[in-house]
């Protein structure tokens, strides 16, 4: 059974949602589940709704059919992306065999088919970044409270990966977008706000790896200015005091003489303390 198959009858059972929530990185990706989840509940809503007692009679009929078109989702888009007359429903009869069941049904397991795909992408990337995480020990910690364990293997994400997670999971619910059978679908709409939360989601990620970037370079200015005055001969329980004060009057210039160094994000003034710490940081101290 494939990982997307574990998620789809997950995602048919009640405990889903409860079981992702558990994830070490759940916090990151927390509204891209819940979206994921909520579209395939009404997916799940829809078809038990227009059932009346044909090929989707059960649940185990509705999972067959949404793994059958999960399978082939990449097949049917294809067709169903050049196909003059966006018969969508056509192909989803022909690739899962259910050949009777109606067209909002049809369509429901379609979309039901990419959420779970886009959901599989988020829990595959959860799992195999907690073990990456503990990647210079033979085991990790079984004895660490759960927020002590989450924030450490949060800490250890490389955001590069957490933005190719989100480009994936976009890029299947992409289809329930582009086919222009699905325009008018109400479906449609939930995945729309999931796609535009993903594009938010990016910008904060991407938004923080600058800030980080630019707070790295604030702290090799501060690191070479110590050593500077370490050079020139000041002892260490000076030279903290010496490069707070430094800083204070860079920061204090007016914005065309500051370095480049001094970004929006770090106009405020480090403590002392904070300064002996980058500098104890970077062996100075």
Same mark, same amino acid.
């Given at each position: 059974m494939t990982d997307h198959q574990v998620i789809l009858h997950s995602a048919l059972g009640s405990g889903l949602l409860k079981s992702l929530s558990e994830q070490p990185l759940y916090d990151l990706c927390r509204g891209q589940v819940a979206d994921a989840c909520y579209l395939i509940d009404q997916c799940w809503l829809r078809i038990h709704r227009d059932d009346i007692n044909k090929d989707l009679?059960?649940? #185990? @009929?509705?999972?067959?059919? &949404? /793994? !059958?078109?999960?399978?082939?989702?990449?097949? /049917?888009? %294809?067709? +169903?992306?050049?196909?003059?007359?966006?018969?969508?429903?056509?192909?989803? $009869?022909?690739?899962?065999?259910?050949?009777?069941?109606?067209?909002?049904? +049809?369509?429901?397991?379609? /979309?039901?088919? &990419?959420?779970?795909?886009?959901l599989g992408a988020l829990a595959s990337w959860m799992q195999?970044?907690? !073990?990456?995480?503990?990647?210079?020990?033979?085991?990790?910690?079984? @004895?660490?409270? #759960? @927020?002590?364990? &989450? !924030?450490?293997?949060?800490? %250890?994400?490389?955001?590069? #990966?957490? /933005?190719?997670?989100?480009?994936?999971?976009?890029?299947?619910?992409?289809?329930?977008?582009?086919?222009? &059978?699905?325009?008018?679908?109400?479906?449609r709409?939930?995945?729309? $706000?999931?796609?535009?939360?993903?594009?938010? *989601? *990016?910008?904060?990620i991407i938004s923080g790896?600058?800030?980080?970037?630019?707070?790295?370079?604030? @702290?090799?200015?501060?690191?070479k200015q110590g050593r500077h005055y370490r050079a020139a001969g000041m002892s260490k329980r000076n030279v903290a005091t010496k490069v707070h004060a430094w800083l204070q009057r860079e920061v204090a210039k007016p914005p065309k003489q500051r370095p480049d160094w001094i970004a929006l994000e770090t106009e405020k003034p480090l403590t002392r303390k904070s300064v002996e710490t980058i500098l104890k940081r970077n062996l100075v101290l």
């Open positions: 009679a059960g649940m #185990k @009929d509705l999972g067959s059919m &949404c /793994i !059958q078109t999960m399978i082939h989702e990449e097949s /049917i888009f %294809q067709y +169903a992306s050049t196909d003059t007359t966006a018969r969508l429903a056509h192909w989803v $009869r022909m690739y899962s065999g259910y050949y009777s069941v109606s067209e909002r049904d +049809a369509h429901a397991g379609y /979309i039901m088919a &990419c959420a779970v795909k886009a195999i970044a907690d !073990q990456e995480a503990w990647y210079h020990v033979s085991e990790p910690p079984t @004895d660490w409270p #759960k @927020d002590l364990y &989450c !924030q450490f293997v949060a800490m %250890q994400v490389d955001p590069d #990966k957490h /933005i190719e997670v989100l480009d994936q999971y976009t890029l299947y619910l992409e289809p329930i977008t582009s086919l222009l &059978c699905l325009n008018n679908d109400e479906l709409s939930i995945a729309v $706000r999931a796609i535009d939360t993903v594009a938010r *989601k *990016k910008g904060g790896m600058e800030r980080n970037d630019e707070i790295s370079l604030r @702290d090799a200015a501060i690191v």
